[in-house]
């Protein structure tokens, strides 16, 4: 059985490692640690005098015989946070999620983001859900929290598919924070909001008789982006090519140069 230790600022760091009869310290660690089994299958690592820099996570690898080429097995580590004098055990202050990047607007997907800080110590662990259901595909979230002053901060990334990004989608980002005791839950949520066409691109009917087309409220096609707008636009040609440059230099990226969003014609006198 193996014992290691892997700190924030350092990396995995054998502790030491024994059989039912021996146990083997690395270096001066037998000061720090005691190695104790209590059977084939149960050992016991006790921390002698429980100091800041004992903050870690610890892991516990066995392996079978005593040949050291033989392949060996690790739990999912248990992290181990020495609270400093001074500072209390607190929550997290604020969950927030932030909305896409408009430059995002033509990769076909959509990046939120949540922002959890304020908490302290770092345990923590995030999820994210969508209208209520859990989502883990496409989440990124960073390895550890940050420390910032007395408290912590971490990050999540949760990437979609842009028709996802809707407003009829409700997307929840979910902080448990363990205090020593009990495991508490704090929420940030975003929905999405139809996207409008600036305002200032009216365009002038023309006099005398004409037929112009009303844009109704509209949703692109899969893969396009929402468009929320009630527009009347003329028919004449040069002017629909002209809200279109318009609408490209927005960088709404219209995928499609007809509105296939359902124009009505109207007869206007």
Request: proline share 2%.
């Amino acid at each position: 059985m193996l014992w290691y230790q892997r700190s924030e600022d350092a990396a995995m760091t054998l502790i030491g490692y024994g059989y039912e009869a021996s146990q083997n310290y690395e270096g001066q660690l037998e000061q720090e640690f005691t190695l104790t089994r209590k059977g084939t299958v149960e050992g016991v690592l006790t921390v002698r005098e429980a100091s800041q820099k004992h903050s870690a996570v610890y892991f516990c690898a066995a392996s079978w015989g005593h040949d050291t080429g033989s392949e060996a097995f690790f739990g999912k580590g248990t992290k181990l946070s020495v609270l400093e004098a001074g500072i209390n055990i607190t929550a997290p202050t604020r969950v927030k999620v932030l909305s896409p990047s408009e430059k995002e607007c033509s990769s076909g997907k959509k990046t939120l983001v949540c922002v959890a800080s304020g908490f302290y110590p770092d345990h923590v662990s995030v999820s994210w859900m969508i209208n209520g259901g859990a989502v883990s595909k496409g989440v990124a979230t960073d390895s550890a929290a940050t420390r910032k002053g007395t408290s912590y901060r971490i990050t999540s990334r949760l990437t979609v598919f842009s028709e996802e990004w809707t407003s009829n989608n409700k997307f929840v980002c979910s902080v448990s924070f363990f205090n020593g005791t009990t495991t508490t839950y704090h929420n940030g949520s975003i929905t999405a909001e139809a996207k409008k066409i600036p305002s200032g691109t009216e365009l002038s009917r023309g006099t005398g008789s004409s037929s112009l087309w009303t844009l109704q409220t509209c949703f692109l096609l899969p893969f396009h982006l929402m468009l929320s707008v009630c527009r009347q636009i003329s028919e004449d040609h040069s002017e629909r090519q002209a809200l279109l440059h318009h609408l490209h230099r927005e960088e709404l990226h219209l995928w499609s140069l007809h509105l296939v969003c359902g124009l009505e014609a109207s007869e206007f006198t």
